[in-house]
Nanobody
């Protein structure tokens, strides 16, 4: 079964940077969108960044100006660079990949930002 695997999470201090990575265990055909969701403690999972196969990107307002999503959709790899991290960025970060009719999810990587 195809899996998405995230890496790069950890405990960091406020103001620092972190780069999350996500890759598929095997190539998934037809993926045209990849991105990241975040679930903060006690909150619902929310979309924070996406990238299409055409290279178009979008960000949640909370990350605009201090984050960059990049990746190779054809190789099912996506990255998220976050700068100027804040304690409110704490949460579990999930990678996902989507094609028509199906979405794939990773198990998440925990990011904890200390003040």
């Amino acid at each position: 079964q195809v899996q998405l695997v995230e890496s790069g999470g950890g405990l960091v201090q406020a103001g620092s940077s972190l780069r999350l990575s996500c890759a598929a265990s095997e190539t998934i055909a037809g993926i045209n969108l990849m991105g990241w969701y975040r679930q903060a403690p006690g909150e619902q999972r929310e979309s924070i960044a996406t990238i299409t196969s055409d290279g178009l990107t979008s960000y949640a307002d909370s990350l605009k100006g201090r984050s960059t999503i990049s990746g190779d959709i054809a190789k099912n790899a996506v990255y998220l660079l976050m700068n100027s991290l804040k304690p409110e960025d704490t949460g579990v970060y999930y990678c996902y990949a989507a094609r028509i009719g199906k979405a794939y999810w990773g198990k998440g990587t925990l990011v904890t930002v200390s003040s």
